[in-house]
């Protein structure tokens, strides 16, 4: 199976992090000054890019991946399971200094995590570390917004191929601007807009982030909520699925891989996206940034007759944002 997926070019290129994370299951979070008897601690692979192209590679997608590392056993661990996962790797490797690692508590009344992350400086990929031939020939690119340059090369690389490109973005690094710019489909954080844009609402600054860097679609994960995203003329919203979390490590990974697989079958906006929440949240029924990937069926199946959460909007809100929205934008063309 791993020469069968890896013999011609990649469907899909990941560039960004990866880590090793330390799942500690609590039966609450502590409070400060306290004392909690852990219940559980398991190393289990990680990060962002990484865990969306193992989702990829699970749906049958031939997937390349391209991280940087250490030199330590933590690099050895994340190599071997890329290999275990089928993953075509092209891996940067940083002398004298640790891989990436998380401590990632849960609490288990909830499934909700707090992650306390580090990594080494060295850590950080760069340009000069980036082929263009690992990303020719794909059919989408996913990059994450840590390590900006790198990111924003990747991303120019592939508009000038004419491969689209996904991104993720939960915070504001310095330089992600330069990134956005060959950004086609920018799935943030439900914070990132604001913090971008100094504009709380998310119906005003999903549309501010649309028009500036002209993307084909913006939108925002907003957990329990679901997602809401603008395409330039509506507002599209989908609500997160009902089920009982062990653990909310990772489902945004797998919402930006499920997205991926969507794009690539030519699917509607909003399908991508109710199959992109029914598989995080099918992944938050396991422990671990991967513990939960679902089969595709499983996942269509979710999505299909899952008992859903509220919307996060009305349908009249949606529309009166819209308007307002396109109006703006026609008055500064």
């Not at 649309?210 to 994960?221: D, L, Y």
């Not at 991508?272 to 679902?294: Q, S």
Request: with cysteine; net charge positive; charged share 25%.
């Amino acid at each position: 199976m791993h020469a069968r997926k890896l013999d011609k070019a990649p469907t899909v290129v990941g560039v960004g992090i990866n880590a090793l994370d330390t799942i500690i299951r609590l039966p609450r979070f502590p409070a400060p000054d306290s004392k909690v008897e852990l219940l559980s601690v398991q190393p289990m692979p990680g990060g962002q890019v990484a865990s969306a192209m193992v989702a990829c590679s699970r749906w049958g997608l031939r997937v390349r991946y391209v991280g940087k590392i250490g030199d330590d056993a933590a690099a050895k661990q994340q190599i071997a399971e890329m290999k275990r996962e089928d993953v075509d790797t092209r891996w940067i490797v940083a002398k004298g200094c640790q891989s990436q690692f998380s401590f990632i508590l849960v609490d288990q009344t909830t499934g909700d995590r707090t992650v306390l992350w580090n990594r080494d400086p060295k850590i950080a990929m760069r340009p000069r570390d980036l082929k263009r031939s690992w990303i020719r020939g794909a059919r989408a690119l996913l990059v994450d917004g840590h390590d900006t340059q790198a990111a924003a090369q990747a991303a120019r690389w592939a508009r000038e191929d004419g491969i689209p490109v996904v991104g993720d973005f939960d915070n504001r690094y310095p330089g992600v601007e330069e990134l956005l710019k060959n950004v086609d489909y920018p799935i943030t954080s439900k914070d990132f807009p604001e913090r971008l844009t100094g504009e709380g609402d998310l119906l005003k600054s999903l549309p501010k982030i649309h028009a500036r860097f002209k993307c084909r679609i913006t939108s925002a994960t907003l957990g329990c909520a679901g997602v809401i995203a603008w395409n330039g003329k509506q507002f599209l919203q989908c609500p997160a699925f009902q089920i009982k979390a062990v653990d909310t490590t990772g489902a945004g990974d797998i919402f930006h891989g499920a997205f991926l697989y969507g794009l690539i079958d030519g699917w509607p906006v909003e399908r991508i996206l109710e199959f992109g929440c029914a598989a995080a949240a099918l992944n938050c029924e396991a422990l671990g940034a991967r513990g939960g990937i679902a089969s595709v069926r499983k996942i269509e199946a979710l999505r299909r007759s899952g008992s859903r959460h509220p919307l996060p909007y009305s349908e009249d809100q949606l529309r009166a944002a819209a308007r307002s929205a396109v109006g703006n934008t026609a008055a500064t063309a």
